[in-house]
Nanobody, 124 residues
Framework: QVQLVESGGGLVQAGDSLRLSCAASGRTFSNYAMGWFRQAPGKERDVVAAITWGGSRTYYAASVKDRFTISRDYAKNTVYLQMNSLKPEDTAVYYC?????????????????WGQGTQVTVSS
């Protein structure tokens, strides 16, 4: 089992920045690929970014590329999502997730473990 706890969400204005954190506990953090997903009201849960277990590859949704950065700190068992130049359309509940291999890291259905989510609201 892997337990994931997100933090760092909040209410910001357009153009601001936020950094989300996801603290992992349980099984060896370094063995898992990690992803950030988001879900707006009435919409499906979509991938935002993902990082492989070794941290060598990262993936981003087209809508956040060049604005968001995913990273991981193995010493702290934490994955981060740095979000810059936030837009109102980034408003959603953000979830982190873990999966035990590096395949299909963009697919929500491939992830076994999920956090409870953190709300990000961007006002215009």
């Amino acid at each position: 089992q892997v337990q994931l706890v997100e933090s760092g969400g909040g209410l910001v204005q357009a153009g601001d920045s936020l950094r989300l954190s996801c603290a992992a506990s349980g099984r060896t953090f370094s063995n898992y690929a990690m992803g950030w997903f988001r879900q707006a009201p009435g919409k499906e849960r979509d991938v935002v970014a993902a990082i492989t277990w070794g941290g060598s590859r990262t993936y981003y949704a087209a809508s956040v590329k060049d604005r968001f950065t995913i990273s991981r700190d193995y010493a702290k068992n934490t994955v981060y999502l740095q979000m810059n130049s936030l837009k109102p359309e980034d408003t959603a509940v953000y979830y982190c997730a873990a999966k035990s291999d590096d395949s299909n890291v963009l697919l929500a259905g491939e992830y076994s473990y999920w956090g409870q989510g953190t709300q990000v609201t961007v006002s215009s």
